[in-house]
């Protein structure tokens, strides 16, 4: 029975993590919904909604469904916040059972979330600034980034990634270059999320019709976007490449993934911009950002796997059977 329960618990704390990456995920969607449909001031003030009331009131500025998109964003925090607790929460139960890293990546998401709620205030008290809007934009990453990699830990932890062997061929191929890649890889990612802030902080949609745009030349801004686009898929190739034969199962499924996804997003970056970029395709352009970031982010947790030196004992279950019975 203390077995089963100790399984439900590592489950339990598998299937938080999941969805702080899906709640994190599904904010920055509904964010840019805010943005190409121009609501971002469909609240005027913060924290109330219009200097008056918590709940918006008809009658402003804003057409009613404007403020309803503006305000059900709003909403869609205190569900994020209430996930991230949740798995503080359950790390907090558990206590030292859990690694040092695991509990810090739990705590600074509820932490990261009011942040980001405090950040999302300042840009609507600074009239949607696309600075600020970046920056916005740039912490929910870092929240998406943490989520991934509390999800991957606790999976871990939980058994459900069998560890790897340093004498083999791909605990050798792990220790050397591999982790080097896949930071570069990381870094680049990461490049190109800053990249296309900036660029849409110079493009049409700034989520309010009012609202001042970055003085850059948009067209210079997306050929330095695209081609650091190209570099990210260039190295995603020669990993895909690498770890083809050798190298964690885990990771060989998140390169291959993250290929496909860079390959979705890249063809729906070059259409929009070709086709005068439309609200819906900039809409699903961000969700893809979101997700190329969290599968780029998999794949750096993934070449960095629990290593075993000894030998198992004979007859020993492996964590991943333990898991599995």
Do not use: K
Not at 185 to 204: E, F, I, M, R
Not at 226 to 239: H, N, Q, S
Not at 308 to 317: I, L, S
Request: charged share 15%; net charge positive.
């Amino acid at each position: 029975m203390a077995a089963s329960s100790s399984r439900s618990g590592r489950d339990r704390l598998v299937t938080l993590a999941a969805a702080a990456i899906a709640t994190n995920v599904l904010i920055v969607f509904t964010g840019g919904l805010v943005r190409v449909t121009g609501s971002g001031l469909g609240c005027p003030t913060w924290p109330t909604c219009d200097g008056d009331t918590v709940v918006p009131r008809p009658g402003g500025e804003h057409a009613t469904w404007q403020t309803a998109v503006e305000f059900g964003n709003r909403l869609l925090t205190f569900v994020v916040l209430a996930v991230a607790v949740a798995v503080a929460l359950e790390v907090r139960r558990r206590g030292r059972e859990l690694p040092r890293p695991l509990r810090t990546l739990a705590w600074a998401l509820p932490a990261g979330v009011l942040a980001q709620a405090l950040l999302g205030g300042v840009t609507v008290l600074t009239g949607l600034s696309p600075l600020v809007v970046a920056a916005h934009f740039l912490l929910s990453m870092v929240l998406i980034a943490i989520a991934v990699s509390l999800w991957q830990r606790a999976r871990e932890h939980a058994g459900l990634v069998a560890p790897v062997r340093a004498d083999s061929e791909t605990g050798r191929l792990v220790a050397t270059g591999l982790r080097w890649a896949t930071t570069a890889l990381a870094v680049t990612a990461a490049v190109v999320l800053v990249l296309g802030t900036l660029v849409t902080a110079a493009g049409p949609h700034a989520g309010d019709p009012g609202t001042p745009r970055l003085g850059l030349d948009i067209r210079f801004i997306a050929i330095a976007h695209a081609d650091a686009v190209w570099l990210l898929v260039g190295l995603t190739i020669a990993l895909v490449a690498i770890t083809w034969r050798h190298g964690p199962a885990e990771l060989r499924a998140a390169v291959r993934a993250l290929l496909v996804l860079e390959l979705i997003q890249g063809t729906i970056g070059y259409v929009q911009y070709a086709i005068g970029i439309p609200a819906g395709l900039v809409a699903i352009h961000i969700l893809g950002a979101s997700l190329v970031w969290a599968a780029a982010v998999a794949v750096w947790i993934r070449a960095r796997p629990p290593v075993v030196t000894d030998p198992p004992e004979q007859g020993a279950a492996t964590p991943t059977d333990a898991a599995v019975t």
